[in-house]
């Protein structure tokens, strides 16, 4: 079994040894210098007083403390004789000097000096460096619980540097997997219960029927298969706008009105767009599916007609479908746009399985645009599409 050390210790190993390789290397060079700094060789003669020459010798003097310089000299007779200078008499009064080292007076001072120094950085450094590997433990801890199945699990965002924007943009991605498994299941969950409903009715009217079918009973199992093809054919377009990698069709240059012109046609619905053409870019079919769904939701609600209106926006083309139905309460605007979500009621009175409007704004997303409801003047709802419009696609001017 290999040994492991947590990070923080072995980062703080790596800055003792630094110091410990400091003070080791800082000691030799100071060695170094010690013998560099070793006074020279002298010529030491001895004579009698005669002026005869009694021994000489070349020889490196010998600090003695507290007793002076001392030089060993070999003598002509075979002795060898020491020559001691004593130190200088110092005055009344007046202190003894400092002890003289390798770099000069107070060597020894710099040697504990520089042992301090190495533990102080050792000392210090250790709660900066717990400190940032406390976060990376954290940080470790929160995408294990992630990876076992927490979605739920975020961890802390503490400081300004990478690890900090390591976290958040953990925590980004952890919450937009937690949303898409929450929609899925819930998609999941929904679509299971919304295909029920049809498939008792024809159930039901299979087991009550008795010889061939009539042309009422024809038409009911017929309405029932077509309602099971659309809530089908509607869930497996949400599941593919839903994943982010799957390929929506080929994007390319849409006019916009002619569009909605098409469709205002199929249902009777008013259009008023400016003169010229409103061009975006994106998927024709998904464009047109997402102006369908928002004339059929208007239909359905509105005891009025409907109304149409295209207009340029700045660097987006703006979409407006208003009805006069009963409008939307305004706590209920973002949540009609989720999948399976109806108004109170609106399911029995109504129709509809409550995937259209999510479907709008998946395939506004997709083309990197937006869908809203806001409360339309003298009652009603408007729902607004709003799409970046390609370059060059302004109004053109009236002509008389």
């Given at each position: 079994?290999?040994?492991?050390f947590?990070?923080y210790?072995?980062?703080?190993?790596?800055?003792?040894i630094?110091v410990?390789?400091?003070?080791?290397?800082?000691?030799?060079?100071?060695?170094?210098?010690?013998?560099?700094?070793?006074?020279?060789?002298?010529?030491?003669i001895?004579?009698?007083?005669?002026?005869?020459?009694?021994?000489q010798?070349?020889?490196?003097?010998?600090?003695?403390?507290?007793?002076?310089?001392?030089?060993?000299?070999?003598?002509?007779?075979?002795?060898?004789?020491?020559?001691?200078?004593p130190?200088?008499?110092?005055?009344?009064g007046?202190?003894?000097?400092p002890?003289?080292?390798?770099?000069?007076?107070g060597?020894?001072?710099?040697?504990?000096?520089?042992?301090?120094?190495?533990?102080?950085?050792?000392?210090?450094t250790?709660?900066?460096?717990r400190?940032l590997?406390?976060?990376?433990?954290?940080?470790?801890?929160?995408?294990e619980?992630?990876?076992?199945?927490?979605l739920?699990?975020?961890?802390?965002?503490?400081?300004?540097?990478?690890?900090?924007?390591?976290?958040?943009r953990?925590?980004?991605?952890a919450?937009r997997?937690?949303?898409?498994?929450?929609?899925?299941k819930?998609?999941?969950?929904?679509?299971?219960?919304?295909?029920?409903?049809?498939?008792?009715?024809?159930?039901?009217?299979?087991?009550?029927?008795?010889?061939?079918?009539?042309?009422?009973?024809?038409?009911e199992m017929?309405?029932?298969?077509?309602?099971?093809?659309?809530?089908?054919?509607?869930?497996?377009l949400a599941?593919?706008?839903?994943?982010?990698?799957?390929?929506?069709?080929?994007f390319?240059q849409?006019?916009?009105?002619?569009l909605?012109?098409?469709e205002?046609?199929?249902?009777?619905?008013?259009l008023?767009?400016?003169?010229?053409?409103?061009?975006?870019?994106?998927?024709?079919?998904?464009?047109?599916r997402?102006?369908?769904?928002?004339?059929?939701?208007?239909?359905?609600?509105?005891?009025?007609?409907?109304?149409?209106?295209?207009?340029?926006?700045?660097?987006?083309?703006?979409?407006?479908?208003?009805?006069?139905?009963?409008?939307?309460?305004?706590e209920?605007?973002?949540r009609?746009?989720?999948?399976?979500?109806?108004?109170?009621?609106?399911?029995?009175?109504?129709?509809?399985?409550?995937?259209?409007?999510?479907?709008?704004?998946?395939?506004?997303?997709?083309?990197?645009?937006?869908?809203h409801?806001?409360a339309?003047?003298?009652?009603?709802?408007?729902?607004?599409l709003?799409l970046?419009?390609?370059?060059?696609?302004?109004?053109?001017?009236?002509?008389?």
């Amino acid at each position: 079994m290999t040994l492991r050390f947590p990070l923080y210790l072995r980062i703080w190993f790596a800055v003792v040894i630094g110091v410990a390789v400091l003070t080791l290397a800082a000691g030799w060079l100071l060695h170094q210098v010690a013998e560099e700094q070793q006074p020279p060789p002298r010529d030491v003669i001895i004579r009698n007083e005669a002026g005869e020459v009694l021994g000489q010798a070349r020889t490196r003097p010998v600090r003695v403390p507290g007793q002076g310089v001392e030089f060993q000299v070999a003598m002509n007779s075979g002795n060898v004789v020491t020559v001691q200078l004593p130190p200088r008499q110092r005055a009344a009064g007046e202190p003894p000097p400092p002890p003289r080292g390798p770099w000069g007076r107070g060597s020894t001072p710099f040697l504990l000096m520089l042992s301090i120094v190495g533990l102080a950085v050792a000392i210090a450094t250790y709660p900066i460096i717990r400190r940032l590997t406390q976060r990376l433990e954290d940080l470790r801890r929160g995408v294990e619980r992630w990876g076992e199945g927490d979605l739920s699990a975020r961890v802390h965002e503490q400081g300004s540097d990478e690890v900090a924007f390591l976290a958040s943009r953990f925590n980004h991605a952890a919450q937009r997997v937690e949303l898409l498994v929450r929609s899925h299941k819930s998609l999941l969950a929904n679509a299971s219960h919304e295909l029920r409903s049809p498939l008792a009715r024809i159930r039901m009217g299979l087991e009550l029927m008795e010889g061939p079918p009539t042309e009422g009973q024809r038409r009911e199992m017929l309405r029932n298969i077509g309602e099971l093809d659309q809530l089908i054919e509607e869930i497996l377009l949400a599941s593919r706008l839903d994943a982010r990698e799957t390929d929506i069709g080929t994007f390319e240059q849409v006019d916009l009105t002619g569009l909605a012109a098409e469709e205002c046609a199929r249902v009777d619905a008013d259009l008023q767009a400016v003169p010229g053409e409103v061009d975006v870019q994106g998927v024709a079919k998904l464009l047109r599916r997402a102006i369908r769904n928002l004339l059929e939701n208007a239909r359905r609600y509105s005891s009025g007609p409907v109304e149409v209106v295209i207009r340029r926006d700045g660097a987006h083309a703006e979409l407006r479908v208003c009805d006069r139905g009963p409008g939307v309460p305004p706590e209920q605007r973002e949540r009609i746009f989720e999948p399976f979500y109806r108004l109170p009621g609106a399911s029995e009175r109504e129709g509809g399985v409550g995937l259209g409007l999510a479907l709008v704004r998946a395939i506004a997303q997709r083309h990197h645009g937006s869908v809203h409801c806001e409360a339309r003047e003298g009652g009603g709802a408007c729902f607004v599409l709003r799409l970046p419009a390609t370059a060059g696609a302004a109004p053109a001017p009236r002509t008389a």
